[in-house]
Every structure is written in structure tokens, then in C-alpha cells.
DNA sequence: GCTTATCTGCTTGTCTGACAACCTGTGCGC
DNA sequence: GCGCACAGGTTGTCAGACAAGCAGATAAGC
């Protein structure tokens, strides 16, 4: 079998109905600070049980768009939608255009960081690194695989700069770019020399970050992001460069 | 009454239960992939009724800790936790370290979004920009408040930079600044010059950016967020600079 | 022996009805 | 007018039931 294949499931009564409710806020129909209807109410108007429309309101609950209060009903969140910013596998992140979008995303946050990282870094980020740094190059003596190493390496970056939300971002944009990896590190990238330029580009940043560079560290940075896109396919040398025509 | 205030409601049961899981999760007592015990065996265990537990479960779900399925079971997510990266305003991100490290991402992000608008504004971009900026100088002469202005400014940069992505961080953003915003834009801040000082380096944002130039635009943005965080009383001039070095 | 169909037990999905805890507004007594 | 008890409505929790889906064991057919 080539790959687990996820076919539709039959979707759940509450996963529906949770869906509907966030539609009327998006859709104006319920403002920011309305009064659900009642439980009662939803009930009848959807034809389903008072457990359906509770185990809807809990989803609703969790993602922060309403409030409820016993006694009193439930209550559209203040500021709902922007209250919290998140990004999901099921923004269609893991391929085509939203996978575009999310690696503009992280090229635009690793530039940043990779400067934060120069100005701020300790001699035990820099030994991290440089561990790191080694064992990829064993990695690419070896022919291994080493997209582990990859993220590692870019999470002690992220790590040296004392902001432990940029630490989380790098934490999720390694999941996520990990599911869509190319085939830089393994058998086929080595062949055609893929793994080794992706080391050349980590060395870079390395350096530039132990040199307090911030400049060359944003630089490098740029460049790496730049170069691993095109190696995803993503961004091809046509010229929508943005932060490419700063990384070259 | 001075503020709305919001006292300690007693915490429901589905809310506790859910907090229990995930600390489960997070402690590895269960690991990715792991079914967890069944509704039955949860009832037991907690001492609640069938309702509770499926609300709590409905909260994971939502989250993406979990996935169910019928007849069989349900699962910790495969990556949960790094499947959605998210901000929260219960992350403490309105006051303290918290609201200097998303400020800090603000300042990464919105850098890199306007070298990237500089690259692929329109013209009808442009003109959005000119507006609001006229706008927003009329207020200045009229000495009234202008956030939602500044906010809709901003807005419409990262509306050109044609990433929807990055669209949605900065009405997270505004948002999120909006509720702890120090007075630049109404009286006090006039008093002060802050409005013209912000005013000016607006301008300057758009400039670069109508001139296409991408490196003008990183440094005017930066310039402008730092010494937006200035303002704020975060990273007072003391010499943490990151983006400040650049940016000045 | 191997495949295929059926059965069985378990688990989640949904429904129903009930009671407790809580809030708001009303009307009563003072 | 003021405070208080009460009623009605709403969410929170509970208990029990049945339907739908799944895995593994068992039986039937070749």
C-alpha cells in the first residue's frame, strides 16, 4: 500500500452544527457580545438533541469564539475570530497555495529571528549549534537522513532568542513543513547535491550569528529560506522575489 | 464603575476534565497516537457523568489534541500540540513578558510585511494608504483619536503584500495592541507629540513602499514598531535593540 | 489451508428525560 | 422607595437507552 488515505468520513452531528453557528458570527448574523439562542431553541431550529447542540457549544467554547455564562445563556466572545490567531493543518496548509503562504510566512519570521538570534545569542547557543552543525555533516558524509537534525538546527536559533513564542512558531513550522518535505536530506537529494548546499547555507547563518552579524544573519537566513523554497518547488527563480531579492 | 471585572467563576466540570487530559498528554503519560481510556473507564475515573467527559473530549477535539472515531475509539493527535500554532490572550499576552514577546513578533512580522508590500503593492494599494494617511492627518489637526485608523493603515499593507496569511496576523495584531494601547493618538498624546511623531513615521512607511523600495520599507517599518514599543514603555531605550540596530 | 461471511462484544454517536445551580424580573410587604 | 421571596427561564450535570461503527473470533464455503 502506498500511503494511508484518509477518505471522508461522515461528519458528526455536533462538528456540523458548530460549523454553522461560526458561520452566522462570520456572517454578521450573531454580533460580537449577542445572546445565542437558547439551547432549547437550537434544538428545535436544527432538529437535534440538547447533547448535539451542547457538545457544539463546547467546540465553540474551546476556540474562543463564545461564552457561557449558567443561568444566563451563551454569548458571542468579544472580539471573536481575532481574539486568537492560529493557523491549521486544515487552512490547507500542507499543499498549494497555503503551503506558499505559510513558507512566505516562515521566511519572513526566520530572517527576523536569525537577527534577534545574532544580537542576542550565549556561548551555549552557539556550542548547540555547532553540535548540531557537526552531526549534520556526518549526516551528509554518511548519506543519511538528518531532517531531525534540520529542525533541531533551526530550533536552537529560534531558542537564542529569549522569545520563547518565536521558539513555538519554529516548533510548529518544523511539524508542518516536515509533512511536505522534500527530498533534501535523503537518498535522491544527496545525489544531486541538494543536502550539501542546504549545510552550506546552515554554516552561513552559523557564522553570522556567532559573529553578532545581524545584517548577515538576516541575509543568510533569507537566502537559506529563499533556496529551500525553490528546492520545494515553491517560488520558482521568477522574479516574485521579496525577501529573495534582499537574500541575493 | 471603573472597569468591568471579571471575578473567578467556579470552573465547570467539562473545562477541569479537559485541562486534566491535556495534562496527560503534555506530561507523556500519553504519548501521540495513544487511545485514550474510554468514556466509560473516564466516567469512572473522574467521577463525572457521560455528558462531562464528552464535552471535555469535544474541547480536545476542537483544539486538535484529539481525533475520535466511532466504535473505535479516541486518539491523541498525531503532532498535537504543534499541529496549530496560536496565540492566546490567556498566554498573558496583554501585560508583562508576554506583551513584550508578541510585540517582538509583531515587529519581525510586520518588517518583512512591508519589504514584501514595497515588492507587490498596487496601485489601488497606494491609494488605500493615501487615504487612510489623510485621514488619519485630519485627526491629527482635529486632535482626535485615530487608532482605528492606524490600525486600518496597517491593515492595508499587509492587504498588499497579497498573503491572506499574513493578512490575518495583523487583525490578530491590532486587535491584540488595541486593548493595552498607550495614548498617542487622543489628548494626552498630543500633548506629547506622540500622534506626530507616529504621523510621520507612517508617511515614511509609505513612501518607501510606494517607491518600491524594500529595503526602505524593513527599515521604516522597524523604525516605526520600535519606537512604537518605546512608546509603549516595552524595550525602553536600553540597548536591547534586534531590529532596532537595524532599524535605526 | 485459505478466503469469505457472520456473530459478538466493545466503543462512540445520538436521543430522552430529569434535577440542580444560577440569573433576571416581578410583585409583595414594609 | 426599599428589600425580599418567588417564579420562570437558562445552563450545568446526571442517568439510562438505543443506533452506528469497528475489531477480533468463529463458522461456512471452496
Known sequence: MPECEHLPRPPRLADTLSRSLQDWVRDRRLAEGDRLPTEKQLCE????????????????????????????????????????????RADGVTRGDGLREVFELRQLMESGIAELAAARRSESDLSEMRMLLGRMEEALVERQQASELDDAFHLAIAAATRNPLLVRFMEFMGAQIQSSRVPTWDDEGHVRGLAAAAHDEHQAMYRAIADGDVMAARL?????????????????????????????
Not at 447533547?51 to 457549544?57: L, M, S, T
Open 45 to 88: 431550529h436544527f432538529g437535534v438533541s440538547r447533547a448535539v447542540v451542547r457538545e457544539a457549544i463546547a467546540r465553540l467554547q474551546a476556540d474562543g469564539y463564545v461564552e457561557t455564562r449558567q443561568g444566563l445563556g451563551a454569548f458571542v466572545a468579544v472580539g471573536a475570530g481575532v481574539s486568537r490567531f492560529r493557523i491549521d
Open 220 to 248: 543568510a537566513a533569507a537566502g537559506h529560506l529563499q533556496a529551500a523554497a525553490e528546492r520545494l518547488g515553491l517560488a520558482p527563480g521568477e522574479g516574485r522575489s521579496g525577501s529573495g531579492r534582499v537574500g541575493r
